[in-house]
């Protein structure tokens, strides 16, 4: 049973969020007597139920931390609440919670998908390579990395640094939003497309979200513009983005000038 136990932990660990069957399935097994079944052998209901143990699991953790975050009236109470949540198996492979970092009045809010393994390491956002160049660009502006407020969607770092399932990030989402109406910034910069496809609810490329600013509606009502560009990360990959970026950095600069 041991073993068995190990297993399932690796399967959550990995992101294995459900499954389709209640015996393994082999490929080695697939006879011509059962391809060549009686359709009506073979073609009973299910009538097993639609949800199953591991998406109550989940739709529990996703309600627990709706229900902590309106508790948090301030950035600590919520780093606090953060830090002590079992409801995500993220926290389990990380070695450290990533929450956000700057100033807590910030007129810029700069948000990214999820903690990197440097960020893993030292448990703040940004702070590899992509945050180095971030900061160059922010100082290209005229904005120090201490003037803005960074955070990413999900506090732990996914294992591998692979992309991160749906349903982790609908269970972390809530304390991003919760961060949001605590700063209140003027303006949300997002950094990628994961990141703003959570934050916006869409599913839009980046080439088609960057270089437009969308309204984002807090759950209080507010409404706080958002400009999307690409991530650093992806930048260091792909040097010829880099003037596309530049240019929504521009037009960062003109908005905050304008309010």
Not at 75 to 82: E, F, P
Not at 90 to 115: C, D, H, K
């Amino acid at each position: 049973m041991a073993g068995l136990a190990e297993l399932i932990d690796w399967y959550i660990l990995s992101g294995v969020d459900d499954f389709c069957a209640d015996t393994p399935l082999s490929v080695l097994d697939f006879s011509t007597d059962k391809i060549h079944q009686p359709q009506a052998a073979i073609s009973k209901p299910d009538l097993r139920p639609a949800v199953t143990p591991l998406s109550q699991i989940n739709a529990e953790a996703r309600r627990n931390a709706q229900e902590l975050c309106q508790k948090a009236m301030t950035l600590d109470d919520l780093k606090a609440m953060v830090e002590n949540f079992d409801g995500c198996s993220l926290r389990f492979s990380a070695n450290s919670t990533v929450f956000g970092y700057g100033n807590p009045q910030a007129e810029v809010m700069i948000i990214g998908e999820a903690p990197g393994a440097d960020e893993d390491r030292q448990g703040e956002p940004f702070v590899g390579r992509s945050g180095h160049l971030l900061d160059k660009m922010l100082l290209s502006i005229g904005l120090n990395r201490a003037d803005c407020y960074i955070t990413n969607v999900l506090p732990w770092r996914p294992p591998g640094n692979r992309t991160p399932t749906d349903e982790e990030v609908v269970t972390c989402l809530p304390f991003l939003k919760r961060q949001i109406e605590l700063v209140m910034p003027k303006i949300i910069f997002i950094l990628g497309r994961s990141a703003a496809n959570a934050l916006l609810d869409n599913n839009d490329s980046i080439s088609n979200l960057r270089g437009h600013f969308i309204d984002y509606c807090t759950q209080n009502g507010k409404i706080i513009q958002t400009l999307s560009s690409f991530h650093p990360a992806y930048l260091l990959r792909t040097t010829t983005q880099k003037a596309k970026a530049w240019n929504d950095l521009l037009r960062l600069k003109r908005k905050l000038e304008e309010m």
